[in-house]
């Protein structure tokens, strides 16, 4: 079952489809392919179309989802030999960590065909098993971009060359495309292919168009993109963004933002999403404006109603278990409450999470003792330890206001992980980004940007620019630099 609903103005890109089925066809038994390219050029409306088409032709392909299903509630008679094993069709969208599924098991899509879309080719050739796999999606040629304008906005040869010039300006980009045409449509009696085209020449980029005639029109709106904007771009609670407006002034906001395909609604429309591509256009564009640290700050105070989440992460956190799986997620909840709490400059807080964090991960290493994976369990306790000497002792310079040792302290930190670990490894990133937000808490601004640059690309090369902490290092980044150019 397909979880988004089908785009019936879907303009056909039949050369990358008929590829997908040429693929799936040659290996029928087990498949893997990737679709890859650039962000926002349409890998993932390609990917739900296919899917559509697949369960038109083969319907049968819904029987493997009951299978996997009762497989799940180990419900009588599913492991039956007799039972019929028909072909599935698995779809991995955003895909850009090879190490995130799979991993070397080649029985994973033994009884289908998996599509992954990525941006990231290295990657995508890694869980596909090779470059005959990869399909490469690249912009819409000038016939498909001038069809996907011509959806919403009808035009005859008189604006046919402003079309193709436009569609081109926006290098036939579909996304760039969409935003494009609904600000048109909106706004049909005033706007035509030709004005559209001459705004578009005078901005540096598309979406700017649509963030200052929201800002005019529908300042709510504007203020409500700008706080998403801030956030990881998928899976956004409704109610950490709506807070204390009423439901009906909130939908209100959002109804234009989704008029114009700037954001989308999840989940049963209890969460939305905004796509990479407009995030961080409306970020360059609230920097260019001088508001980022204005909404920087209004993040972090949205972000306070999660704080009545805490005493359950609390109570989860603390229940005994011997599954390795487990732990581990319950001691990454501690660390992001224990990280969470001390960004908010609630330390006494912040420590008791860190360490409950601690506690679990030398549980964690005794469990895996007992399994007989001492490398393991060596190089856990040893992380454990460290933590609790440079970061939890009972003298903690942070704790005590000790603002000089507290530096030098994380300065140490930062010198023992480059040299144990590396420039790059993550944890010593995690340690510039640590200094970092020292200085910026002491108004050392300067060398908070110059850490916080430091960390961000870092980060970005190691962790991916979607990661949540990458996201989050730009935001202080960005916060810090505007104390100097102020």
């Known amino acids: 079952m397909v979880p988004f609903s089908r785009d019936d103005l879907f303009v056909s890109r039949e050369s990358v489809i008929a590829t997908i089925s040429e693929c799936r066809v040659a290996a029928p038994a087990h498949t893997r392919m990737a679709l890859v390219g650039l962000g926002s050029v349409g890998k993932s409306q390609i990917a739900i179309e296919y899917a559509y088409r ?14 996997d299903i009762a497989d799940k509630l180990v419900l009588p008679g599913w492991e039956d030999p007799k039972a019929d094993v028909l072909q599935l069709l698995m779809i991995l969208d955003n895909v850009d960590d090879d190490g995130v599924f799979f991993g070397n098991d080649e029985n994973s899509a033994a009884h289908g065909t998996i599509l992954i879309t990525s941006r990231n080719n290295i990657a995508a050739t890694n869980l596909v098993g090779g470059h005959g796999g990869v399909v490469e999606v690249e912009p819409m040629g000038e016939d498909e971009a001038l069809a996907l304008l011509h959806t ?21 980009i579909p996304l760039a495309i969409t935003h494009a045409r609904a600000y048109i449509k909106t706004r049909a009696s005033t706007t035509t292919i030709s004005t559209y085209l001459e705004l578009f020449r005078e901005s540096e980029a598309n979406q700017q168009i649509s ?16 706080l998403m904007s801030m956030f990881d771009k998928q899976g956004i609670p409704r109610w950490l963004l709506q807070g204390t407006t009423s439901q009906l002034d909130f939908d209100d906001a959002l109804a234009p933002l989704v008029s114009f395909s700037m954001v989308r609604t999840e989940i ?49 956190a603390s229940h005994t278990t011997e599954d390795k799986e487990g732990l581990k ?41 007992r399994q007989g994976k001492y490398d393991e369990a060596e190089a856990m306790h040893r992380r454990d330890l460290e933590g609790s000497e440079k970061v939890l002792g009972r003298e903690h310079p942070d704790t005590l206001g000790k603002y000089d040792e507290a530096e030098a302290m994380h300065r140490r930190d930062l010198e023992g992980s480059e040299k144990v670990l590396g420039r790059e490894h993550p944890d010593t990133l995690t340690s510039v980004y640590r200094l970092a937000f020292f200085s910026h808490q002491e108004q050392h601004y300067s060398a908070a940007v110059s850490l916080y640059q430091r960390a961000y690309e870092g980060y970005v090369k190691v962790l991916g620019v979607q990661h949540p902490t990458a996201a989050a290092c730009l935001g202080h980044y960005e916060s810090a630099l505007q104390h100097i150019e102020v």
């Open 54 to 67: 697949i369960q038109t032709a083969e319907p049968h392909m819904l029987v493997q989802e009951y299978k």
């Open 152 to 172: 919403r906005v009808p035009f005859g040869e008189s604006s046919g060359a402003d079309a193709k010039a436009l569609v081109h300006a926006l290098e036939r």
């Open 211 to 226: 963030f200052q005639h929201i800002q005019k029109t529908e300042p709510s709106a504007a203020d409500l993109l700008a």
């Open 268 to 316: 049963g429309e209890q969460a939305v999403a905004m796509h990479r591509l407009v995030q961080l256009s409306m970020r360059r564009w609230l920097a260019a404006e001088k508001e980022l640290g204005k909404w920087v700050k209004e993040s972090i105070q949205a972000l306070k109603q999660c704080k009545v989440l805490l005493f359950y992460l609390k109570e989860v």
């Open 329 to 369: 997620k319950q001691a990454k909840c501690s660390l992001s409450a224990g990280w969470y709490l001390l960004l908010g400059g609630e330390y006494a807080a912040a420590e008791g999470y860190l360490r409950l964090s601690l506690d679990i991960r030398k549980k964690l290493g005794t469990v895996l003792e």
